[in-house]
């Protein structure tokens, strides 16, 4: 579903109701925005999200399944081979 607000001269904007529910916000909640652009040419496409209540609880876990197809003993006996190299 497409939603459009319009700016205000103060660059002011209302998150559609829709938004709002989707996202259960509601007054005083902070949203944050990250701008992504596919290629040099493209329009950069926004999304917006709302800050964790908890943040080390929702990154908890992020990145794990990087490490599926990596066997962990073979990495760090590598990463410890370089170490010794430097010192």
């Known amino acids: 579903m497409i939603q459009s607000t319009k700016i205000s001269s103060r660059h002011q904007t209302a998150v559609p109701s829709v938004v709002r ?12 925005w990250h701008i992504t652009y596919r290629s040099s040419r493209s329009q950069p496409l926004i999304v917006a999200g709302t800050k964790p209540k ?3 609880k929702t990154s908890r876990g992020l990145g794990k399944h990087l490490w599926d197809t990596i066997d962990i003993g073979s990495y760090l006996n590598n990463l410890r081979k370089e170490w010794n190299k430097r010192i």
């Open 21 to 32: 529910k989707a996202l259960n916000i509601g007054p005083g909640d902070r949203m944050y």
């Open 54 to 56: 908890q943040l080390a």
